[in-house]
């Protein structure tokens, strides 16, 4: 469409994507920078505020504790801002991190400790004992 036909990029319109949208990439992306989910825990949620090609979001988490709580919540910012920029074109200067609550992580259980007072194990030669 070479010619008089042909319509200029100004006049053609603009595409506009919904607040919700956004949104939806953003948990997504929460999700994925705290990847697995504490057991119990609920899905991010966000709310963002788009104004032309610029979204502000704020991103609702609950992580395992224990554990670097700075470095999850610097994780859900630069992934929250990546997704955001390439799946939808937008800029994103802020991403603010609110912790809901925090979730004990699964450990591997030490071995018990007996009480005090009792008599050592049958097993384990006491310290006495030794030659």
Known sequence: MQG????????????????????????????????????????PRTAVSVHR???????????????????????????????????AGMRVPEVAVQVERLHLAPQLSPAPVPPAGSPPDAQEPSPEAAP
């Open 53 to 87: 090609d610029t979204a502000r979001v704020r991103v609702s988490v609950e992580l395992a504790y224990p554990g670097d709580l700075g470095a999850q919540c610097g994780a859900v910012r630069q992934r929250v801002a990546e997704r955001v920029g390439d799946l």
């Open 4 to 43: 008089q036909d042909a319509v200029e990029p100004a006049e053609r319109g603009a595409t506009r994507i919904a607040d919700r949208v956004v949104a939806k990439i953003s948990a997504q992306a929460a999700r994925e920078a705290i990847a697995p989910v504490p057991p119990g825990a609920h899905a």
